[in-house]
């Protein structure tokens, strides 16, 4: 989601702060849009390590083909992945919709929570090996209505809402990523870590860390940054006239 409005406000604080980047997009890297974008972040923050790699989230192999990549070159060091695909509204209230189907927007939904799933699977041994000194974070951006899905009917094993509401949907869809990334903060604190153990001064004997305090130096969190105009308002009133899928003239209004 590097490309995304939200996306590229990220890119902008992160090359501001001098920080190497990889930008993921599912066109491929010589795309114009892509280049100008890329050259003018280089250009206005005097930061030449920005880069873009193609990888389309909806489709696994392409995942798998950029993960291998990056696992197999000379520099695999990563200090945080941030995924931000999960964050852009998906589905339009129904006065507005034109040819996106609800069945068309679960299956976007779904596709976008694999992906995260999946690169993140992939890339955990590459996060494991780091030093335990550095501090690694994976950043899930969400959605704001998660809010809408957290009422009674919420349910362990998770299960879709029956309900037509799209809010109740995009709340679930939410949510379901948070849950994992609590899940995958849970996993990181019950492996075993490297620990600096520490000695009393003028004595031999070790003493023994406590294995309560024992915690990951990999953070996962999930953040939301509220309600935007671009990512939330836009595509729920169908008001993206860019949209391969078509627009609502009464959206845009």
């Known amino acids: 989601g590097g490309f995304t409005p939200t996306g590229l406000t990220i890119l902008q604080s992160l090359a501001q702060r001098g920080a190497h980047i990889i930008a993921l ?67 339009s209230v129904a006065p507005l919709r034109r040819t996106q189907t609800l069945e068309d927007a679960t299956s976007r939904r779904e596709s976008e929570s694999l992906a995260t799933f999946l690169m993140t699977t992939l890339l955990l041994p590459a996060l494991l090996v780091a030093p335990v000194e550095r501090d690694i974070r994976v950043i899930n951006v969400v959605n704001p209505f998660y809010a809408a899905a957290a009422g009674p009917s919420f349910s362990i094993p998770f299960q879709a809402p ?56 990999i953070i996962a969190v999930s953040v939301s940054p509220g309600i935007s105009r671009l990512d939330t308002i836009g595509p729920l009133l169908n008001a993206d006239w860019t949209s391969s899928s078509g627009y609502a003239t009464a959206g845009v209004v």
């Not at 948070?178 to 903060?185: A, G, V």
Request: with cysteine.
């Open 162 to 217: 029956k309900s037509q509401s799209i809010f109740l949907h995009e709340g679930a869809h939410s949510l379901r990523t948070t849950i994992f990334t609590r899940h995958l903060q849970r996993i990181l604190d019950a492996l075993p870590t490297a620990q600096v153990l520490k000695t009393d001064e003028g004595s031999s004997a070790i003493s023994v860390v406590n294995p309560k305090s024992q915690k990951s130096n």
């Open 25 to 91: 997009s599912p066109h491929p890297i010589d795309f114009p849009e892509i280049t100008i974008i890329i050259s003018l972040l280089r250009a206005n923050f005097s930061n030449e390590e920005i880069y873009a790699e193609q990888c389309d989230l909806a489709s696994p192999s392409s995942i798998r083909s950029f993960c291998t990549r990056f696992l197999t070159g000379a520099d695999q060091r990563i200090d945080a992945i941030i995924f931000a695909h999960e964050y852009q509204h998906v589905g």
